[in-house]
């Protein structure tokens, strides 16, 4: 089949000229004989129909700089978390702590995106001492442990555990960059949801009510435990719902998170906070 026969039936397929082309690339990438292309690209789009998200299906994604393995095993990176990234990144630019022996930590790591994301921006800027990638999830953990390996990353481990049950003791009062995108959709918004977020795993999307806020149990748990953690002068960043940025920003500073600011994505929304630990 020629080239432009076949994108034409893949997009036909799945009703996107874009997705198709990349369904074909991915295919190319993979194989080398034409047939066996056509049908793994044919294989690809009826799953990309049936309404598998399309990380899935091409089995990678962009991150900021990297490309990460994806699947199944962990919430797909998105865009709003790279705003959170670079959030974190910017403040703690600015206030540098760490930067002869650093250490960062990654909670509810997924792919491994966010602490991969700091071990490539900041390798040539600090000498990093650690960066924890913490999931509770086993499969999310393989998932980090196959992308740090791809990505040939130095100094990164991974943690099982709940948040901060996961960390060794030693880490106490010693990390100098915290980042996390802890579930926050509430329960109640379920039936409101695109059909493919159904695709990833639930436990990493919903989250219970807390505070009179929905969905907002596992950011309050953060806020309310971080700071024993945190080196002086540390910066935390929290992704999390428009509607709980308000109430998380006065809830961190009544803990004593300083210099709280909301997080904007690219659209403009609230996605988050970042504060200072003094």
């Given amino acids: 089949m020629a080239p432009n026969d076949l994108l034409a039936e893949i997009t036909a397929l799945v009703g996107s000229a874009q997705e198709a082309a990349w369904i074909v690339e991915e295919s190319e990438k993979l194989l080398s004989d034409d047939s066996a292309i056509a049908v793994t690209a044919r294989e690809m789009a009826e799953r990309r129909a049936d309404g598998e998200p399309l990380q899935y299906v091409l089995g990678s994604w962009q991150f900021r700089t990297l490309e990460l393995i994806v699947d199944e095993r962990a919430l797909i990176p998105r865009p709003e978390t790279e705003q959170v990234v670079e959030a974190a990144l910017t403040r703690w630019r600015e206030s540098r702590v760490g930067a002869e022996s650093f250490i960062a930590v990654d909670l509810g790591t997924g792919t491994g995106a966010i602490g991969l994301s700091l071990e490539r921006e900041l390798r040539d800027e600090v000498s990093i001492q650690e960066i924890v990638l913490v999931d509770r999830s086993h499969d999310a953990l393989s998932l980090a442990l196959e992308n740090i390996v791809a990505l040939g990353a130095q100094r990164v481990s991974v943690a099982s555990g709940s948040w901060f049950e996961a960390l060794t003791p030693s880490l106490k009062a010693s990390v100098h960059l915290l980042v996390a995108n802890p579930p926050y959709v509430a329960l109640r918004d379920r039936g409101a949801l695109a059909q493919e977020l159904f695709y990833e795993p639930q436990d990493a999307l919903f989250a219970m009510d807390a505070q009179g806020i929905p969905g907002f149990r ?31 920003c006065e809830f961190a500073t009544d803990r004593g998170l300083a210099a709280v600011q909301p997080i904007l994505d690219l659209a403009g929304k609230l996605r988050g906070i970042v504060g200072v630990v003094q």
Avoid: T
Avoid at 218 to 235: F, S
């Fill in 218 to 248: 596992d950011v309050a748990y953060l806020l309310e435990n971080v700071i024993p953690w945190m080196a002086h002068g540390g910066v935390v960043a929290i992704e999390m719902a428009e509607h709980q940025v308000g109430p998380a």
